[in-house]
Each structure stands twice: as structure tokens, then as C-alpha cells.
């Protein structure tokens, strides 16, 4: 097999928690505040939540934002960036990660287990 010709799914989900490390400061809520500009000028379907940000779309879009979130982090003078991430592809069918939430709230809703 040539692994060097090997493509990347065409679409995914990150799930990614950016973590600017030896700030000396407890708030983070600046540099999220960065990394949310960065992902609202990207084009990307994203949502925010309270321990970190889902991204949407095309494979290496995805993963480059999250590369661009480190940069301006690491431009705000932190000089070190960590980021824990969860990556998703399916290749059966186009699920948003809106879609996931909503096939759960509606189970609830008919209240099946």
C-alpha cells in the first residue's frame, strides 16, 4: 500500500479544548474569546460550549483552524499551547453535530431508553 497517497475523509468533526499554558492567570476567557474570532472568520459551522468548541467540516479546514487557534494564542505571547481533541468521521451519511444532539433529545422527548 502507498501510505503517502492516502486521503483524509472528506468531512469531520473536532471537538477541541485550547489550553494556554503558564499564563499565571486562572481566567482563560480572553484567549477563547481570540480563538472564537478566529473560528467565526474561518466559515465554519462551530459551536461553542463551556469546556471547549466543536468545529464542522471539511477534514484538513477543520484541523488547520485549530492550527490557526494555536497561532493566535501563541501571538497573545503565551508561549506554550496544549489542546486536547476528539475527532469524528463517518463516511455513511452527513450528520452535524446538531444532528447528533437532536436524535438524542428527540429519544428523550418519546422517552425511550
Not at 481533541?85 to 444532528?99: C, I, L, P, Y
Amino acid at each position: 500500500m502507498d501510505y503517502a497517497s492516502i486521503p483524509t475523509p472528506e468531512a469531520c468533526y473536532v471537538d477541541f479544548c485550547l489550553i494556554p499554558v503558564g499564563t499565571g492567570k486562572i481566567s482563560v476567557a480572553e484567549e477563547v474569546a481570540e480563538v472564537q474570532r478566529v473560528l467565526q472568520a474561518s466559515g465554519l459551522k462551530y459551536t461553542m460550549h463551556s469546556a471547549g468548541t466543536t468545529v464542522e467540516g471539511n477534514w484538513d479546514e477543520v484541523l488547520a483552524v485549530v492550527g490557526k487557534a494555536h497561532t493566535v494564542v501563541h501571538r497573545r505571547g503565551v508561549v506554550r499551547v496544549q489542546s486536547s481533541m476528539r475527532v469524528g468521521s463517518r463516511t455513511d451519511k452527513k450528520q452535524t453535530a446538531e444532528d447528533k444532539v437532536k436524535r438524542v433529545e428527540d429519544l428523550l422527548a418519546q422517552g425511550k431508553s
